[in-house]
């Protein structure tokens, strides 16, 4: 018995002096990567939820601004931030310090190199391109689409239907917006059957691969040769949609090179705008493979309409600001949308409580200085070839209750769910201006409530929904809630 203690002390010694004695966990398997990243969590593993799990006292109950994680038995040694100060400090060093996104986190095996997975001088490169395709037309495009697309599917709610599908509808609306938006591609609301048009098959196509990403980034290549259906159809769907995109891209590149002279306003999808990207400056050309890599984004409009059922007193200062800025939803534009401030900041709220990320890793090639001032203020140093993870549920969950309040007169780069300094979410305002747009109609119509097991109250509501989020692909989100709708009745205001 002593021998084994004194095997296990000496193990975690030597490995918390390679990363400067600084508190943190010493699980058995390193929870992020294989085998560790396959076992659920359980007494004696900590899973790859653990972040999530744990969200309420990670960290030593929030008192540590920066911890470690040291496998004893198998994976590398990681250290972790969990405050707003260092994530800060790691985002505003990423390019000056080299900071590397780690291959084995992103979709590059996947989508091949992109603004989301690329790293340095080609992550530069990227961005040159992408940026200016997100521009006031392009926004206001978003505004008419959601007009336009919310019209089609506000036939789904009724006066006190009990609507238990409300994550499915909500992803095809984002999926929809996608395909219009983003592709330039006219999907209509209901997804044609069995049609052979390109976009009923691009459309379908593109919703299997939307839902079996993460499928597609664990299997390796011979899983998809075994004589399965479910997977021939999930690698017959991605092989579809990566070859109409690069069909539609080639179509787009030659339109795009005939009306060039006519001006930048006849490419109005963002795929457009990233393909005239790719002609304007040869040094920067992408290649339409590379370009498709930039689009696939999906949002969460989840769990801010789930949260504003549940807490209605929020529900109706956002709808009182609704009505009190929007004259009219059928021509509500962009001027509208962004003096619906509440509303946006609802959504801001929804989406700390909820991030789509749990965590975000960069490896340090160089040696590093993180300034923590929890448990007390020092200067840690992060050796080259270590790997630094922001645990996003811990940075964001800081405090737990619903108060979209708290966002009023936030400036951008302080809204940390976003990213911070050049590593802001380029599509951020895309994100947003959708999001507000689908709530704007929405809330205008409907009064929405979560509905409440027998005997349960708020608090005890809000705790399950949230012990029941999950990752959904590579994106984490609340899984379906039943909500109420009712009609609105218009008020003074």
């Known amino acids: 018995m002593f021998s084994f203690q004194a095997m296990y002390m000496g193990a975690i010694w030597v490995a918390s002096r390679a990363h400067g004695y600084v508190k943190g966990y010493r699980p058995l398997l390193d929870p992020h990567s294989l085998p560790g990243n396959a076992i659920p969590a359980n007494w004696w593993h900590m899973g790859f939820m653990w972040p999530w ?48 996104k780690p291959v084995d986190f992103t979709t590059e095996s996947v989508w091949g190199t992109s603004i989301v997975s690329a790293n340095g001088e080609d992550w530069k490169r990227h961005r040159r391109v992408v940026a200016p395709a997100f521009t006031t037309k392009m926004f206001s495009r978003v505004v008419e689409e959601s007009t336009s697309l919310y019209s089609s599917m506000k036939d789904e709610f009724g006066s006190d239907q009990v609507v238990t599908n409300l994550r499915s509808l909500l992803h ?18 209901k997804q044609g059957g069995t049609s052979q048009d390109k976009i009923d098959i691009f459309d379908r196509a593109l919703s299997v691969a939307s839902s079996t990403l993460v499928h597609r980034l664990i299997f390796p290549k011979w899983v998809w040769s075994l004589p399965i259906k479910s997977l021939r159809h999930i690698d017959q769907s991605w092989k579809t949609v990566l070859t109409l995109l690069d069909s539609i891209a080639a179509s787009k590149q030659a339109q795009y090179s005939s009306e060039k002279e006519l001006g930048e306003e ?72 962004a003096n619906l401030k509440y509303v946006l900041a609802c959504m801001h709220e929804a989406h700390r409580l909820v ?76 994100a947003q201006t959708e999001v507000v747009c689908f709530l704007a109609h929405f809330l205008w119509d409907w009064e929405v409530e979560t509905v409440l097991l027998d005997g349960e109250t708020r608090e005890e509501c809000f705790e399950r929904i949230m012990a029941g989020a999950s990752l959904y692909g590579t994106v984490f989100g609340l899984g379906e809630v039943p909500v109420r709708s009712g009609f609105h009745v218009p008020t003074h205001v």
Not at 291 to 317: D, R
Not at 382 to 401: E, F, L, W, Y
């Open 53 to 100: 799990i744990q969200r309420k006292h990670a960290h030593f109950n929030h008192t540590h601004d920066l911890t470690t994680l040291i496998p004893l038995l198998m994976g590398n040694g990681t250290y972790f931030a969990a405050s707003v100060g260092v994530v800060k400090q790691i985002w505003g060093n990423d390019a000056r310090a080299g900071l590397v």
């Open 172 to 189: 095809r609306f984002t999926l929809v917006m996608i395909c219009r938006c983003g592709f330039g591609m006219p999907v209509s609301w």
């Open 355 to 430: 991030p789509a990320t749990i965590n975000l890793p960069r490896d340090v090639p160089e040696d590093m200085i993180i300034r923590s001032d929890r448990p007390v203020q020092k200067d840690i140093l992060i050796k080259a070839g270590s790997r630094i993870i922001i645990d996003t549920m811990a940075v964001c969950h800081n405090p737990q209750t619903f108060n979209p309040s708290r966002w009023h007169d936030v400036p951008d780069h302080d809204i940390i769910m976003f990213g911070s300094a050049s590593r802001m979410c380029v599509d951020r305002r895309f």
């Open 266 to 337: 006849h490419a109005k999808d963002l795929f457009t705008k990233l393909i005239s990207a790719t002609e304007e400056d040869s040094k920067y050309t992408l290649t339409p493979s590379k370009v498709t890599g930039n689009m696939l984004s999906l949002l969460a409009l989840m769990s801010t309409l789930v949260f504003l059922g549940l807490y209605p007193e929020e529900q109706e200062k956002a709808y009182q600001e609704i009505r009190r800025e929007v004259k009219s939803m059928a021509d509500m534009d962009l001027r509208d949308v």
